[in-house]
C-alpha cells in the first residue's frame, strides 16, 4: 500500500478554481495508476477522474469533463486535480486513491487499494 496526504481544498465561489494535491508515499508511485473521488453528505463516494500509471490516459466522470484536470508528477510523488468553473454541486470531500500494477485509469473504487483521508471542497452559489 501507500501513504496518500491530499491538499488543496477550501472554500471558493460558484465559477471559481481549485488544485488539489495528494502527495504519495510508500509504494512506488510511478508505478502506481490514481484517482479521485469525492462524497457529498447524504451520498455514496462517487469517482471524479483517474490517471494511468503513466500518465498517458485519464478518465473522467461525465459530471467534470471539461472542467477537471487530472495530471501527474512522478518526479514529485504527486498526483493534481485541477478544478475549473467549480459549482455548487461540486461541493464535496474529495478523496485521492492508488493501487499497484500498473494499467489504468481505473473508475470503480474497489479497484483501488490505498486512501487518503480526504480535502473538503465547498462551492457557494
Known amino acids: 500500500q501507500v501513504r496518500l496526504v491530499e491538499s488543496g481544498g477550501g472554500l471558493v465561489q460558484a465559477g471559481g478554481s481549485l488544485r488539489l494535491s495528494c502527495a504519495a508515499s510508500g509504494r512506488t508511485f510511478s508505478s502506481s495508476p490514481m484517482g479521485w473521488f469525492r462524497q457529498a453528505p447524504g451520498k455514496e463516494r462517487e469517482f471524479v477522474a483517474s490517471i494511468s500509471w503513466s500518465g498517458g490516459s485519464t478518465a473522467y466522470a461525465d459530471s467534470v469533463k471539461a472542467r477537471f484536470t487530472i495530471s501527474r508528477d512522478n518526479t514529485k510523488n504527486t498526483v493534481y486535480l485541477q478544478m475549473n468553473s467549480l459549482k455548487p454541486d461540486d461541493t464535496a470531500r474529495y478523496y485521492c486513491?492508488?493501487?499497484?500494477?500498473?494499467?489504468?485509469?481505473?473508475?470503480?473504487?474497489?479497484?483501488?487499494?490505498?486512501w487518503g483521508q480526504g480535502t473538503q471542497v465547498t462551492v457557494s452559489s
Open positions: 486513491a492508488a493501487r499497484g500494477g500498473h494499467g489504468g485509469p481505473y473508475r470503480v473504487a474497489n479497484s483501488y487499494d490505498s
